[in-house]
């Protein structure tokens, strides 16, 4: 028995993709976090992070939790919070797919779409959402960003889980990142059990992070249709995360691979988990036949139908998926 629709969060399955395996000769083993029951990894974070706040004492009942999000970890939030009597109110940037705004009004959250600036300006989601959280009395700010019971749920439940469910038997661990919540996390609970796991970012072009892994500069490179993954800044729950190497994987590479998990795997999933699985199949041929290598699915595909999934949107971006094989890997 759950606790609750909190108490079904995590515990997903470690699905081993049999086809990819089989085309590289390493095993890719995806953890099935769309099965949480806000769709996405950011459950976990948006758990932790309420936990931590009751723990604190800082949410009373009735209470509001604010957040500039790319819209899962609002959802996520909002999930955890209609479930505890909370409410929410989700500041989001206007480039992000529409499936997640409806979602996030569905539930209930009290959505404020704002224009998609640069961090620097102050108009930034990020700002915003620290502003409103400010000027409403008893409200907090969840600041997934720096607050580090992000991390720490991940180094609680999703390393663990990764490891017991790999059987202890992990070469490496790959994965992209938005707060880094789920590398950081993840990466410090794999080390802690098996040093010799290597921990791998794959990062989407616009993002900085490949350049800090690889070498300790803030470089950005091109642009990417990947939402909620990439990001031009340091903060805390990226920082200090014990991630060995970094690949970057273009959207083209991204496509190809959602499509091709949707047909050959019957795996539905968004942008960043098949980026991940890029990243991570990628990674994985550089490692010794019959290797083993964990990615996390990040969220589902449904909520990417008029993008990702939709012809005309790939038509306009040059994304028509083209692949009848694993050759764009
Ligand atoms: N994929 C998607 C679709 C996301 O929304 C996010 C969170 N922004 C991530 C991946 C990255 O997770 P994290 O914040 O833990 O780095």
Redesign the pocket.
């Known amino acids: 028995m759950r606790d609750g629709v909190a108490g079904t969060i995590g515990n997903t399955p470690l699905i081993a993709l049999p086809k990819l395996s089989a085309a590289i000769g390493r095993t890719i083993l995806g953890k099935a976090e769309f099965l949480n029951p806000g769709g996405?990894?950011?459950d976990r974070?948006a758990r932790g992070i309420i936990d931590d706040f009751e723990r604190r004492g800082l949410l009373a009942p009735g209470g509001t939790i604010v957040e500039g999000?790319?819209?899962?970890?609002g959802i996520g939030l909002t999930v955890v919070a209609n479930g505890r009597g909370y409410r929410t109110v989700i500041v989001v940037p206007d480039d992000q797919a529409p499936e997640k705004y409806a979602l996030l009004r569905t539930l209930g959250a009290d959505l404020r779409i704002v224009a998609a600036v640069p961090f620097a300006d102050p108009a930034n989601y990020y700002h915003q959402a620290r502003a409103l959280a400010e000027s409403m009395p008893g409200a907090v700010w969840a600041n997934?960003?720096e607050n580090l019971a992000?991390?720490d749920a991940?180094e609680a439940t999703t390393g663990p889980e990764i490891y017991d469910q790999a059987g202890g038997a992990l070469d490496a661990f790959v994965?992209?990142?938005?707060?880094?919540?789920?590398?950081?996390?993840v990466s410090r609970a794999l080390k802690a059990r098996d040093a010799s796991i290597r921990t791998v970012l794959a990062d989407p072009y616009g993002s900085a992070l490949y350049s800090y892994v690889k070498h300790g500069t803030l470089d950005v490179e091109g642009d990417s249709n990947?939402?909620?993954?990439g990001?031009k800044r340091i903060v805390a729950?990226?920082s200090g995360a014990p991630v060995d190497d970094a690949l970057r994987v273009d959207d083209r590479a991204m496509v190809e691979m959602a499509h091709w998990l949707t047909h050959h795997e019957g795996l539905f999933v968004?942008?960043?988990?098949a980026l991940?699985v890029v990243g991570a199949a990628r990674f994985a041929r550089m490692l010794p036949e019959g290797a083993r290598v964990a990615t996390?699915l990040?969220?589902g595909g449904d909520?990417y139908r008029s993008r990702l999934y939709d012809a005309a949107w790939l038509a306009e971006k040059e994304l028509t998926p083209s692949a009848t094989d694993l050759s764009f890997l």
């Open positions: 996405s990894v950011k974070a999000t790319a819209g899962n970890t997934q960003f992000n991390r991940h994965t992209s990142a938005g707060t880094g919540g789920t590398i950081g996390g990947a939402e909620g993954i990001i729950n990226f968004g942008g960043s988990a991940n996390i990040c969220d909520r």
